[in-house]
């Protein structure tokens, strides 16, 4: 039953957009196939994006309040504790958003990596291609001088590694609160990125450039039309009797 949703639910249409976007927008180059139809499914996640934006920017304000109002107890730390959780709470921030956004992409993640497992062959390709889907034949999976299915590839594994230190290392530049848990995540972290991505074929290591380069895009682009408010330090109430 599980196996009978995954293939005819999840596996077949993105399979079959697979195939179309490579037949009609990529000139018949399956990486670029890959690139466009990562595109296409972050928009269609667009609106989950701008809500998860919405809820980090709050959520910043919200631990600014916090910290603000425990100032007001600091000599009590049960009592700033207390302080802290009672902001938090009345500022909710629901995650639910970008948890959503997060488990499509990685049950994306793991649709790509089963199409590429299990190859794109004429034969296979024949048993799940929709009858209005035409047949593309042999399928080039060439990319810039990169099979994308062949996993212990250095080039691009390493291109993501590099970004996504790049992007954290900016990142903490603009943060003010810095600590060594930071700087070990800063190296780590793309590290770690690196070796699964080498593991894997090489496609997967293109579609988490395309997912992080358009997200770091949206974000940008939000910044510069709606910048964080600055979060003004509420005034000192008067001194507790």
Do not use: C
Not at 177 to 190: A, C, G, I
């Amino acid at each position: 039953m599980l196996d009978h949703f995954w293939l005819t639910y999840l596996y077949q249409p993105l399979f079959n957009a697979l195939i179309w976007i490579y037949l009609n927008i990529a000139e018949r180059n399956m990486g670029w196939a890959v690139v466009w139809l990562t595109i296409f499914l972050r928009f269609l996640l667009m609106p989950l994006t701008l809500i998860s934006e919405r809820d980090a920017i709050k959520q910043k304000e919200v631990e600014s309040q916090a910290v603000e109002a425990a100032k007001e107890f600091k000599n009590d730390s049960v009592a700033q504790k207390e302080e802290v959780r009672r902001v938090m709470q009345n500022n909710h921030v629901s995650p639910w958003a970008k948890v959503f956004s997060l488990a499509f992409q990685v049950l994306v993640f793991l649709l790509l990596y089963q199409v590429f497992i299990r190859g794109i062959t004429g034969e296979r390709i024949v048993k799940v291609l929709y009858p209005f889907i035409d047949f593309p034949g042999k399928i080039n999976i060439d990319f810039y001088g990169s099979n994308i299915g062949n996993a212990h590839d250095i080039f691009w594994a390493g291109l993501v590694g590099i970004y996504l230190f790049l992007s954290i290392y900016l990142k903490e530049t603009f943060n003010k609160q810095k600590d060594q848990s930071r700087v070990t995540f800063l190296f780590l972290f793309p590290l770690f990125t690196f070796a699964i991505l080498w593991y894997l074929p090489m496609v997967k290591s293109l579609f988490i450039l395309t997912t992080m380069i358009f997200s770091d895009t949206i974000s940008l682009i939000r910044r510069v039309l709606f910048p964080e408010k600055k979060v003004v330090a509420p005034a000192k109430t008067a001194a507790k009797k």
